[in-house]
C-alpha cells in the first residue's frame, strides 16, 4: 500500500534562517507530488506541484523553493524565512490516471516562525 | 478556470442532529469531485468522492450526490456524532486543469453532546 511521510511535525525557526521540509512516498511510482499550505483558518492554498523529476510547477510568488531530486521526494525550502510563511504545511500525492484521482496527504507541518 | 464554493460556516449542532454542507463548482468538462475530512492537528482524509455525474459517494455515514445539472455536490450525514467535529473540505479535480486539485474554504463543524 502507499504511504506518504512528512517531516518534521513541528519546527519553530527564527525569521532569516532557512528551511527545509521533506516529503516522500512510498508503495507507488511517478506520482504527483504536491505543497500545500494552510495559514491562519482554514483554507489551502496550492504552492507547488511536480509531475516528474526535475518539474516544478509554482502556483503563486512567494519565499519558497521547491524541488524533486527523486521520483518519490519532494522537498520545500527557503533561504530566508519571514513571519509571513508561519503556517501548516502538507505535502500530498496523486496518481495520474486520466487526471481524475484523489490526492493523499501527510500528517503536515506545523511551522512557527518567530 | 477551476473553482469550489462551500460554506464557510462555522456549523454548530447537536448530537444526531441532520448536517448539510453545501458545495458548488464550476469547471470545464467533467471533473471528479471530493469531500475531505480534517481533524485537529492532521492532515487531510479524504471522506468520500464520485467520479460522474449522478454518482453517490458515501462513508461513515456521509454521503454526497455529484450533480451536473446544479454543479453541487453537497455532504449530509443523517444523525451527527461528537466525533464528526473537524473541518470539511469540498474538491474537485481533472476537468480543464487535469490533476491539481481545486479545494473549497473549508467548514468547521462542532457537535455537542
Known amino acids: 500500500s502507499q504511504t506518504i511521510h512528512q517531516w518534521p511535525a513541528t519546527l519553530v525557526q527564527p525569521v532569516g534562517s532557512p528551511l527545509s521540509l521533506e516529503c516522500t512516498v512510498e508503495g507507488t511510482s511517478n506520482p504527483n507530488l504536491y505543497w500545500y499550505r494552510q495559514a491562519a483558518g482554514r483554507g489551502l492554498q496550492l504552492l507547488f506541484y511536480s509531475v516528474g523529476i526535475g518539474q516544478i510547477s509554482s502556483e503563486v510568488p512567494q519565499n519558497l523553493s521547491a524541488s524533486r531530486p527523486q521520483d518519490r521526494q519532494f522537498i520545500l525550502s527557503s533561504k530566508k524565512l519571514l513571519l509571513s510563511d508561519s503556517g501548516f504545511y502538507l505535502c500530498?500525492?496523486?496518481?495520474?490516471?486520466?487526471?481524475?484521482?484523489?490526492?493523499?496527504f501527510g500528517q503536515g507541518t506545523r511551522l512557527t516562525v518567530v | 478556470g477551476n473553482s469550489v464554493t462551500q460554506m464557510e460556516g462555522p456549523v454548530t449542532l447537536s448530537e444526531e442532529a441532520f448536517l448539510t454542507i453545501n458545495c458548488t463548482y464550476t469547471a470545464t468538462g467533467y471533473p471528479s469531485l471530493f469531500w475531505y475530512v480534517q481533524y485537529p492537528g492532521e492532515g487531510l482524509q479524504l471522506l468520500l468522492k464520485a467520479t460522474k455525474a449522478d454518482d453517490k459517494g458515501s462513508n461513515k455515514g456521509f454521503e454526497a450526490t455529484y450533480r451536473k445539472e446544479t454543479t453541487s455536490f453537497h455532504l449530509e450525514k443523517g444523525s451527527v456524532q461528537v466525533s464528526d467535529s473537524a473541518v470539511y473540505f469540498c474538491?474537485?479535480?481533472?476537468?480543464?486543469?487535469?490533476?491539481?486539485?481545486?479545494f473549497g474554504k473549508g467548514t468547521l463543524l462542532t457537535v455537542n453532546p
Open positions: 474538491a474537485l479535480s481533472g476537468g480543464g486543469s487535469n490533476y491539481k486539485l481545486t
Open positions: 500530498a500525492w496523486s496518481g495520474h490516471v486520466g487526471g481524475n484521482t484523489e490526492a493523499f
